[in-house]
């Protein structure tokens, strides 16, 4: 989010001030950015340079992208979904291993490994 005015556009009330925030993406650290901190609500607004470095470190830790729409499919009486192999890699899945999966919500589904 690239923000110019030091006003806070989120609570409206604190101002923004220089700092560095702690980036994680999927629970992995990415490490410390510059960023714009709100003295109110804590919200934090990074630049584009910062967006980049962040991306480029995602990339290089292989987790960018990791998050990706994929379809609900009928296998017999339940239902499937398939695991995109990026995050098979990620989580270092294979065939056969047992996972709990659970609704967290109406809008989530956690899938843990165990
Ligand atoms: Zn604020």
Known sequence: MVIDMKKCPVCEKGKLKEGTIEEEMFGVSLGKFKAEVCDKCNESFIDETAMKQLETKA?????????QKIKVVRSGNSLS??????????L????????????DGKGKMVVELT
């Open 81 to 90: 979904i398939r695991i995109p192999a990026k995050i098979v890699h990620f």
């Open 59 to 67: 990339k290089q830790l292989g987790i960018w992208g990791l998050a």
């Open 92 to 103: 270092n899945l294979i065939e056969g291993k047992e996972i709990v999966v659970y609704p």
